[in-house]
């Protein structure tokens, strides 16, 4: 089993991250951590669906039968 350190340092969390936290041992152990992204990919798809938010904001949200899609 890997230690939760390294799986800090792994994912590129800063030392300490989870390990410093008054947690026990046995939820900082790595396979609590299936679901973790980490920060270098959940920044870029963050920034996507924030582009893609931004795209439908500033669009005219219309059918093309030119029925409003949205209201508002």
């Given at each position: 089993?890997?230690?939760s350190?390294?799986?800090?340092?792994?994912?590129?969390?800063?030392?300490?991250?989870?390990?410093?936290?008054?947690?026990?041992?046995?939820?900082?152990?790595?396979?609590?951590?299936?679901?973790?992204?980490?920060?270098?990919?959940?920044?870029?798809?963050?920034?996507?669906?924030?582009?893609?938010?931004?795209?439908?904001?500033?669009?005219?949200?219309?059918?093309?039968?030119g029925?409003?899609?949205?209201?508002?």
């Open positions: 089993m890997l230690a350190a390294f799986v800090e340092h792994l994912m590129g969390l800063p030392g300490g991250w989870v390990t410093d936290l008054p947690l026990p041992r046995t939820a900082q152990l790595p396979r609590h951590w299936a679901t973790a992204w980490p920060p270098q990919q959940a920044a870029p798809a963050v920034s996507l669906l924030l582009d893609d938010l931004a795209e439908l904001l500033h669009t005219d949200h219309r059918h093309p039968a029925r409003e899609l949205f209201a508002g």
